[in-house]
């Protein structure tokens, strides 16, 4: 049983590395897709929101994106400014 394992998880890798070996672009969008058209890439959530993204993280750039109609959207803090304060997005 053990060396049918070990055989499975050989072919296996032999097979994941198949596709590097090719050429193949490999995407990987931890925190969602961003589109350039939106301006410039906001980064990761900020540290004392990270709580909150955890489970959902690839939903981030959304968020991000609909808190930007927001005048002063700050993606840094997760936050904009609205009658002289610093408000929290929920979107």
Known sequence: MRKLII????????LGGAGAA??????VERWGHWDPAWGA???PPPRPMWRHWRH????????????????RYDPHRDRY?????WVVCRD
């Open 56 to 71: 959902h993280e690839n939903h981030w750039y959304e968020h991000v994106h609909s808190c930007m109609v927001h005048e």
């Open 41 to 43: 890439d906001p980064g």
């Open 81 to 85: 400014w609205e009658h002289h304060r």
């Open 7 to 14: 055989a499975g998880l050989a072919a296996a890798s032999l």
């Open 22 to 27: 090719l050429g193949q672009p490999v995407v």
